[in-house]
């Protein structure tokens, strides 16, 4: 898939996720004296977006911290509620989703969190975590044990981890395993769509590989599409068939990676390219 | 500015490196039986005014060796042998209050995250003029005037107002700075610098980058530079240290390294880092894990992880390589680096 990622991205795949002028704003905390003496001040996070997912890829979102696109990325999977604009999911508009499909849509949109530790908890087992997630999939239908079982078997076959680790702590796992759990836990609603939100910045070089493969191993067998929430370009370069640059909550650049990163045309792009460590080459911007 | 670099002044060559690590172990637990090694057996040498590269995988013991130079290292952790001559003084043997003297004054850390670093009850400039009265007996507006001084140096605009200025009300990037600034303010001999941009931006990343290497050009500050990434070592050190478990694996000047890698943890590792070149397929990566702490192979701890490894690898513990040609200080503890 990826020697013909770059032809495939030319041919317009339909969008899972529309985004229609999104908007997330803040209102500023004022102290009690200012509460009477000055306006309410309000500061957009996400400022106008209009994005269109395509089904079966990964797009990835870059930019700064701060920049918005984390919240973004919480707005996809509704875990914040825009200010204004609307959000289309399969064409429907999300805010209005009848309950029984409000639901449905929880399942089908997962996300992955950059930090592995904080977001798993400390006092359950590998096994109790994974098996709540799929539990929480069939509370309508209810679910045999022995199926969670094998269920989890083949979500710990799929993320490429040993089954022994299911009997383990968070604490007692690798931060790379750990990230593999959040992918599996995500993994075990059976989703459409994938936020992964940094999903390798808090791992160790050696390691970023095997997540990054690991997403695209899932984008290529189970056709999942991936949103990859990102400041590294090369990672994002690597796998992303489109990806969007965000500035101060908008986006200033978006097409196929080679287009966007090749000849950039915003100068922040432009910035974010000239900050990659680059090694020995990267010597003479000190000299 | 000027000021500073006047008081440290031409920096003269001597034949004992600034900072000499020999055979140091760094050990968890005290008992015999639930004793680990965490860091086993570390040379390193930094002279003045040179910047190092200290490279590894988290739990490799590049923080625990800094911690040890710094005589900082968390409770349970001890230097069980080895010596740490800094300036023609033995630091291990030192009575803490001798330590206590020289930390900030002749060696300084900056740490992964300035904000738990800093004081969050104390004004920036206050804690940086708090530091310079302990170890320098210079009046109050010479103290302030220093502090200023210091904070235009390491990039801060307007730094008379954001003295005043409390840690929470800065951004990452300027966290790390006045933590630099807080490092440097005593014009130490050697900075320590522990993972400084891991938790910053890219653009946030190359600026910092870009502070400490004037700060090595402009003062003479001989920097150890802790990271897991060789690229963003190479751009600003002179030679750099690669560590795997506890141990350094291979040493010599970056281009080396990079050109000429000898062990094959080096060449994998070089591999692993992402870079913008438009190459598909799945990325490289280092199988396994590294081995746990106080579970050490008999042969060479990355044997199992190791695309080169030989059966004699996993059985019998490498050699020291050195490149023959001695001057160039290239090492490596490898079966096939000759």
């Not at chain 1, 949109?109 to 709540?132: H, W, Y």
């Not at chain 2, 140091?24 to 004793?35: D, H, I, Q």
């Not at chain 2, 590894?56 to 013991?61: A, D, N, R, T, V």
């Amino acid at each position: 898939m990826n020697a013909i990622a770059p032809a495939l991205a030319a041919i317009k795949a339909p969008p899972l996720c529309e985004l229609h002028d999104i908007r997330k704003e803040y209102v500023l905390r004022r102290g009690l004296l200012e509460r009477f003496t000055r306006p309410e001040r309000r500061v957009a996070a996400v400022d106008g977006v209009s994005l269109a997912i395509p089904q079966g890829r990964i797009f990835g979102l870059v930019g700064e911290s701060g920049c918005g696109k984390s919240t973004l990325g919480q707005i996809m999977v509704r875990l914040i509620e825009p200010t204004s604009g609307t959000l289309l999911y399969r064409g429907n508009d999300v805010s209005r989703l009848p309950p029984e499909e409000r639901h449905s849509f929880r399942h089908r949109v997962q996300m992955v969190f950059q930090d592995t530790s904080s977001s798993l908890n400390p006092r359950k087992r590998i096994r109790r975590a994974l098996g709540e997630a799929i539990r929480a999939r069939e509370v309508s239908n209810g679910i045999k044990t022995p199926v969670v079982q094998a269920e989890m078997t083949e979500l710990m076959r799929q993320v490429g981890l040993d089954v022994a680790l299911l009997g383990r702590f968070p604490h007692e796992l690798s931060g790379g395993q750990r990230q593999r759990i959040g992918i599996a836990r995500a993994l075990a609603m059976k989703p459409e769509l994938l936020i992964a939100d940094e999903p390798v910045s808090s791992l160790d070089v050696s390691l970023q590989g095997q997540i990054i493969n690991l997403l695209q191993d899932l984008n290529d067998r189970l056709n999942l599409t991936i949103v990859l929430v990102s400041h590294d370009l090369a990672v994002v370069a690597r796998i992303c068939a489109e990806i969007a640059v965000m500035k101060e909550g908008k986006i200033v650049e978006q097409g196929p990676p080679r287009t966007v990163l090749g000849a950039p045309s915003h100068a922040y792009t432009r910035t974010l390219l000239s900050s990659i460590p680059r090694g020995l080459v990267g010597r003479s911007r000190y000299r | 500015m000027s000021d500073v670099v006047a008081a440290i002044g031409p920096i003269a060559p001597r034949p004992e490196p600034l900072l000499r690590v020999d055979g140091l172990w760094v050990t968890f637990g005290a008992r015999p039986e639930n004793k680990r090694d965490a860091v086993r057996n570390v040379d390193l040498r930094v002279e003045s005014g040179e910047v190092i590269g200290l490279v590894g995988e988290s739990g490799s013991g590049k923080s625990l060796t800094a911690l040890a130079v710094m005589q900082l290292l968390p409770p349970g952790a001890r230097a069980t042998s080895g010596r740490i001559m800094f300036d023609g003084i033995d630091l291990l043997a030192l009575k803490r209050r001798a330590m206590n003297e020289r930390r900030g004054r002749d060696i300084a850390m900056i740490f992964q995250d300035p904000l738990t670093a800093l004081n969050p009850t104390i004004p920036i400039g206050r804690q940086i003029y708090d530091c310079i009265r302990t170890h320098d007996d210079i009046g109050r507006q010479a103290g302030i005037a220093r502090v200023e001084e210091l904070l235009e140096l390491v990039g801060i605009p307007h730094p008379h107002e954001r003295a005043r200025a409390y840690a929470h009300e800065l951004s990452g990037g300027m966290r790390q700075r006045v933590m630099t600034a807080l490092a440097i303010a005593c014009r130490p001999k050697l900075l320590i610098a522990d993972e400084p941009t891991t938790a910053l931006d890219v653009t946030v990343q190359a600026q910092i980058m870009k502070m400490l290497d004037r700060i090595r050009r402009e003062l003479g500050i001989a920097v150890l530079f802790i990271s897991h990434n060789l690229d963003l070592v190479s751009e600003i050190c002179d030679r750099t240290y690669v560590m795997y478990a506890g141990s350094i694996v291979e040493s010599g000047a970056v281009e080396t390294l990079f050109d000429a890698p000898r062990h094959p943890y080096t060449r994998q590792l070089l591999r692993c880092i992402p870079r913008l070149d438009w190459t598909v397929g799945p990325m490289s990566t280092i199988p396994g894990l590294p081995p746990r702490l106080g579970t050490l192979p008999p042969g060479c701890p990355f044997a199992p992880r190791c695309e080169a490894a030989e059966p004699r690898c996993s059985d019998e513990k490498p050699p020291i390589w050195r490149e023959p040609a001695s001057g160039s200080g290239h090492m490596a503890v490898c079966w096939r680096a000759a």
